[in-house]
């Protein structure tokens, strides 16, 4: 594993590990169930099952559909791209939770779709990010020259898209990741309701229903130290990707 990602790992884990550990400590000191810490613990294990994949698969294949819709934007894979790019706003997260609760009813399995209706506003955002990008690295601008130069120097093109282009592209997704692990959180939790999925999502929803503050307020703090360990851990990947953007760089929206 690249030493910078070790080390940024390192860096996570007390913002991460304190808030879990105190989540769990307060559902074993005043949940009503004695077995309360245990399933917080199981909870953020499937919370955790069901974000990450998803974001991992989502991101990626939305920054490679994006990137191909500014390199062939008429062939099949650029029109995905530009699809996902496009369909982003036009799919909230509601709208894929209450797909998949149907989709569910008449019986499809739930964690498949949990993770499907997770990767598409991934592969949304990341396509919507990539493909601008990828238009000025390959353009006419200061951004394309270091792929004019590769071009010049009679580099095969694959390789100059490969080693030049693409990085380029990557690099708005990796600093939108943020943004990414927010959406997925805040999906996590009401897919897991919806769903039926024994996550902390799911845990937090059901105490807050029940009108229990002492099975509510431990989920949230612990989800809290969840989503503080993914996007850390995308920041990770994101210096390792991308090295000229580092954690101490102010956050770009997407």
Known sequence: MPRPL???LIDAVPTAVLPMAAGVGLAALSAPQPDAAMALLRGLAVTLLLT???????????????????VA????????GRLL??????????????????????????????WTALAIPAACQAARLARPAMDRALG???????????????????????????????APVMRGLRAAVLAAMVGAVAL???????GAGALMID???????????PALVALG?????????????????????HSSTPYEGA
């Open 6 to 8: 070790i080390r940024h």
């Open 52 to 70: 990450l994949p998803s974001l991992a698969v989502g991101t990626a294949l939305g920054t490679l559909a994006g990137a191909w819709a500014a």
């Open 73 to 80: 934007p008429r062939s099949p894979g650029g029109l995905f």
């Open 85 to 114: 790019a496009g369909a982003g706003p036009l799919l909230p997260g509601f709208l894929l939770a209450a797909l998949a609760t149907l989709a569910v009813r008449v019986g499809a399995s739930p964690t498949p779709l949990g």
């Open 140 to 170: 006419p601008g200061p951004e394309g020259g270091a792929v004019r130069m590769a071009r010049g120097l009679g580099l095969d093109e694959r390789a100059v898209l490969r080693h030049h282009a693409l990085p380029q592209a990557v």
């Open 192 to 198: 897991e309701s919806l769903l039926d999925l024994p």
């Open 207 to 217: 105490a807050a229903r029940a009108g229990t503050a002492s099975g509510a307020v």
């Open 225 to 245: 130290g969840l989503t503080a360990l993914l996007a850390a851990l995308g920041l990770a990947v994101r210096d390792w990707i991308d090295p000229a953007n």
